[in-house]
């Protein structure tokens, strides 16, 4: 049973930094593909960000040059460092991993992430 626990959402002004954490546990979390989703109210989840087993990341256009995924897999955590955050950026972010055991390519699918935490809200201020 995979769980995947989030953490440090919350209310910040624009310009401002939050880092997201994904705490994973029931199964081997080095194997696997992690994934940061959002969803703004009346729009659809999207894919932010996602990284490899061996640390290759995905970044959508809006978010290149200011956020930053990470894993450590040692705490078996992955990360999203989210600077010059903008009021676009308010949103209930999901930590999502994937299905498929060392995924080197194709880790930016949405279709590959099929476990969910149950998010976090980040609210940008103007």
């Known amino acids: 049973q995979v769980q995947l626990v989030e953490s440090g959402g919350g209310l910040v002004q624009a310009g401002g930094s939050v880092r997201l954490a994904c705490e994973a546990s029931?199964?081997?979390?080095?194997?696997?593909?992690m994934a940061w989703f959002r969803q703004a109210p009346g729009n659809q989840r999207e894919l932010v960000s996602s990284i490899s087993v061996s640390g290759g990341t995905y970044y959508i256009d809006s978010v290149k040059g200011r956020f930053t995924i990470s894993r450590d897999n040692a705490e078996n955590t992955v990360y999203l460092q989210m600077n010059s955050l903008k009021p676009e950026d308010t949103a209930v972010y999901y930590c999502?991993?994937?299905?498929?055991?060392?995924?080197?390519?194709?880790?930016?699918?949405?279709?590959?992430?099929?476990?969910w935490g149950q998010g976090t809200q980040v609210t940008v201020s103007s």
């Open positions: 999502a991993a994937g299905k498929s055991p060392w995924k080197y390519f194709g880790y930016d699918d949405m279709e590959e992430y099929v476990y």
């Open positions: 029931g199964r081997t979390f080095s194997r696997y593909a």
